[in-house]
């Protein structure tokens, strides 16, 4: 079973960069990374995937060691709205793999601050 | 137009009844998950359809179950309600393999349930 653990919460400050660390020491060889935002009342929603080095898209960068044993989510010059939690997931993506990759656990509650 | 629905948003009941909550969703996707979270925002998985059939199904009582009409749609009924059922459910769906990110899930907006 791929146990994640995160940080249960943190605090940043608007326009500031915000890096959220996941620990994943028994990740598969067929695994990715996942992760996740929500926001409250709503559901989670898809943040970036990653399987190894760096992925970046238009809302945040993913950096994973060659180890894959770990991997930071990195959110720049966050704002009031980025206040949310963030999962981190680690699983065969597909579903058929188990619940492995299904596992939101608890999450990292993310507070910005003006 | 919403990706993916659930009906109704919140459900407050007594104890021993029974309740359906149903999602639809209009993404194609073919599998569909249900979630519960929390009061403590625990997010779990319940199960999981791929295709109308159960593929996964994590250590829920029997008295929670998913009906899968097509590949749209995944209702949950849940018989004999119980103070401990109170959460969020969360409908969700995505498509093996399926788009650029793997297995990407789309999730409803939840019902709240509350059982008195």
């Known amino acids: 079973l791929a146990k994640t653990t ?3 919460s943190m605090d940043s400050y608007e326009g500031q960069e915000v890096n959220i660390t996941c ?3 028994n990740i598969a060889t067929n695994d990715y990374i996942t992760w996740y935002q929500q926001f409250p009342s709503q ?3 898809f943040i970036i995937q990653g399987y190894k080095t760096k992925v970046t898209n238009e809302v945040a960068s993913l950096f994973i060691p060659a180890d894959r044993k770990s991997s930071t989510l990195s959110l720049p010059r966050v704002s009031l709205s980025d ?3 963030y ?4 699983g065969d993506t597909y579903s058929g793999g ?5 596992t939101f656990g608890k999450g990292t509650h993310l507070i910005i601050q003006p | 137009d919403t990706a993916v629905s659930q009906t109704p948003k919140y ?3 007594q104890m021993g009844n029974d309740k359906s909550i149903k999602c639809e969703q209009n993404l194609g996707h073919d599998t569909m998950y249900w979630y519960k979270q929390d009061s403590k925002k625990f997010l779990k998985i319940m199960f999981s359809y791929n295709n109308k059939e159960l593929i996964i199904n994590e250590t829920v009582p029997n008295r929670f179950s998913p009906k899968s009409p097509d590949k749209a749609h995944l209702n ?4 004999s309600l119980e103070l401990g059922d109170s959460a969020v459910y969360f409908c969700a769906s995505s498509q093996r393999g399926g788009g650029n990110n793997l297995n990407e899930q789309f999730f409803g907006p939840g019902t709240r349930l509350t059982v008195l």
Do not use: E, K
């Not at chain 1, 999962?87 to 680690?90: I, T």
């Not at chain 1, 188990?98 to 299904?102: C, E, M, V």
């Open chain 1, 87 to 90: 999962y981190c997931l680690v």
């Open chain 1, 23 to 25: 620990s994943h020491n």
């Open chain 1, 43 to 45: 559901g989670p929603r």
């Open chain 1, 83 to 85: 206040t949310a939690v």
């Open chain 2, 11 to 13: 459900l407050v009941t």
């Open chain 2, 76 to 79: 949950l009924h849940i018989n």
């Open chain 1, 6 to 8: 995160q940080p249960i």
């Open chain 1, 98 to 102: 188990g619940a492995d990759g299904l």
